[in-house]
């Protein structure tokens, strides 16, 4: 398997860099370009039979490997919408955008969207670093942003609807279920950007409260395909597992690593939180069977609705072309939106916000519900192990949706670390 170009260490310490810049701008009140020199809304085109809409994704670079899909089924469920009628009499016309693998050429995409194209909603994002980077833009516009990707909490902004998992819908619950099958010692390797490095201080908060101990934490850079020293680290430590929160196409070179160290399922389990049916496929199923995922919907969930979903996705792009959590969660954001404004009677982004509490929708992951007060919702958590066909099937899950909590705030062993 031949892997998509990688972003050059120079080029990603720049963009963090970037990034970096337009937060600190941001929390001290600055106009910055990125965001725009206006506190105003931006105007929403709604002239004519049609409604834009934005679709802000990776369609290149190291993280294309997992946003092109995600695209894909956003791109499902515009069809779907427009052919049962649109929203509100108006048929839904993407413009799609490629935010590159590149933080500060997300914030570049997403001002075009709002105010040159004039998207009533934007759809998008995968990574944190993107998220981040996009926020002061969708907040000083006052334009909606509906993220579909997992993440590690700790946030909440009055312009994002956040349809991936937060921590206690993902994070903790693999944590709970690697401490009852008695994996108590762990080794954290990631990529090298906000995502994992919270996601890693929350897990050794956790650690500590719950009688595990981090054997080590190794960062790498996003994209990066040198993961020799790493895994031999890993093998050093004798850890009972490994918690992955590498990103991208990072994640083929440290699971051919992995496997040459002589690492197995059986002797040294990984459970990954960004590794779906898409980079399994990509990345090899001789280097994960048997290995563990942590997310909320797997294409093996059983439902009708998901059955319904699997099938248009198929018929759409391919047979040999699996559906994912983050695909899901996109594609369910879309029918969100679309209820939110038909309960509004509108498409101004403040009176979709006021409509959003309570809505519910039958997703393939099963009964989804937006929470309003976080703009998060209601989500099953699942812990999958992959198996010889590619497919991921369930071990675990918890039984009902998990109130989402960004903050933690449920969990005593968690303050301070916001």
Known sequence: MSSLPHIHRRRFLAGTAA?????????????????????????????????????????SGTMAISEVTVRNSLMLAVDEINASGGVLGKKIKPISEDGASDWPTFAEKATKLIKEDGVAATFGCWTSASRKAVKPVFEKNKSLLFYPVQYEGLEESPYIFYTGATTNQQIIPAL???????????????????????ANKEIRAYAKANGMTILGEDYAPLGSTEFSTIAN??????????FNTLNGDSNVAFFKEYKSAGLTAKSMPVVSVSIAEEEVKSIGTQYLEGQLTAW???????????EKFVKAYKAKYGQD???????????????????????????????????SDGITFD???????????????????????????????????????????PYLKGYSWASGLS
């Open 176 to 198: 709970d279920y690697l401490k009852s099958q008695g994996l108590k010692k762990l080794y954290l390797v990631g990529s090298d950007y906000v995502f994992p490095r919270t």
């Open 19 to 59: 990034l970096a810049a337009v937060v600190a701008l941001s929390a001290c009140g600055a106009k910055t370009d990125a965001a725009g020199s206006s506190d105003k809304a931006a105007k929403i085109d709604v002239s004519g039979d049609t409604v834009k809409v934005g679709l802000l994704n990776s369609l």
């Open 363 to 405: 997703a393939p992951e099963g009964k989804v519900t937006i929470d309003g007060a976080s703009q998060h919702i209601y989500k099953t958590a699942r812990i999958g192990k992959v198996g010889s066909d590619g497919l991921i099937e369930q071990v675990w899950d918890s039984g009902k949706p998990i109130k989402p909590d």
């Open 321 to 355: 072309k699996p559906t994912s959590d983050p695909m899901e969660a996109a594609y369910v954001s879309v029918y969100l939106w679309k209820a939110m404004v038909e309960k509004a009677k509108s498409f101004d982004p403040e009176k979709v916000k006021a409509a």
């Open 233 to 242: 680290k890993v093998k050093a430590s004798k850890a009972d597992a490994v």
């Open 296 to 306: 909320n919907y797997y294409q093996t969930t059983e439902g009708a609705a998901n």
